[in-house]
């Protein structure tokens, strides 16, 4: 694990070097460069060549890079598709980000059968148009446990009916996190039950801050997921969104991204090497 977090004033440069250094090493498998400020899109072609070349990378992080635009994310996309071992990437925070890069993201997922968690949270620009890209392409993916969309603000019940009609036909995913949905109502809600009660696997959802949901649709979404074996997590405390927003992480959160609620003997199901708790982190059509 190399752990770069919050250095600032390293840029491009700084990244080649790294990355020159990980392709010597033979045991390497996280790279962390969250809150970099100059990281950006110039520091983007090393990352993408490494996630082309490498071979033992397993998880890469690079939230809060506030240089970060579409360009870059577009190039890491790239990338990705071509990649055979990544089993975590997290890119949320990043305020530049918009509809274009998960568009980008997600039609990088339907290339890889490896990614376990995809972090795309704190996205302040990103709308509906681009949930729908990732909701689609989650769709049958067959390796994805987690993913965050946490503090998509313009996110609203079609955000939420686009997952659901993914829920209905993915099988792996185990935890989805819609923290900080303020747009969110009932109607959304109703339709994330109907596809939990559909599906047979469990699901642990996380919807902290969002009060356009009555405690009653509440009431009956967790029964719901309850009975399927999973949970609901709408408290500040044990969700995702909390930690997104304060940057109160363990300090290195994409080595351990397997929560309980999707280990060996919680469900039966196989998670990805090197995953062990997302949620202990705080861990939609085409248009």
Do not use: Y
Not at 55 to 76: E, N, T
Not at 195 to 201: N, S
């Amino acid at each position: 694990v190399i752990d770069l977090s919050n250095c600032m004033g390293l840029g491009r440069e700084g990244v080649t070097a790294v990355a020159a250094i990980i392709e010597r090493l033979r045991d390497f498998d996280a790279l962390s460069l969250r809150a970099c400020d100059e990281v950006g899109d110039e520091s983007v072609p090393p990352l993408a060549l490494l996630l082309a070349t490498n071979r033992s990378l397993r998880a890469l992080d690079i939230r809060a890079c506030l240089a970060l635009s579409d360009a870059g994310a577009g190039a890491l996309a790239g990338a990705l598709k071509g990649n055979a071992t990544l089993t975590s990437l997290r890119l949320g925070q990043c305020p530049r980000l918009t509809d274009r890069a998960l568009r980008d993201l997600g039609t990088a997922l339907r290339h890889t059968s490896t990614l376990a968690v995809l972090d795309v949270s704190g996205l302040p620009r990103v709308t509906v148009r681009g949930i729908a890209k990732i909701a689609r392409a989650v769709r049958g993916h067959p390796s994805l446990l987690r993913l965050d969309l946490s503090g998509c603000f313009a996110a609203t019940d079609a955000s939420a009916s686009a997952l659901a009609a993914s829920l209905r036909r993915n099988h792996a995913l185990r935890e989805l996190a819609l923290n900080h949905w303020p747009n969110l109502t009932g109607k959304g809600a109703l339709a994330l039950q109907a596809a939990v009660t559909a599906r047979l696997e469990p699901l642990r959802l996380e919807a902290a801050g969002t009060e356009g949901v009555s405690d009653a649709q509440r009431a009956d979404l967790r029964l719901a997921l309850t009975i399927k074996g999973g949970e609901l997590v709408d408290a500040e405390a044990g969700a995702a969104g909390g930690a997104w927003a304060s940057g109160d992480e363990e300090d290195v959160p994409w080595a351990d991204a397997e929560s309980d609620s999707v280990s060996d003997e919680g469900h039966g199901h196989r998670g990805a090497p090197g995953l062990a708790g997302a949620a202990g982190e705080g861990h939609a059509g085409e248009a």
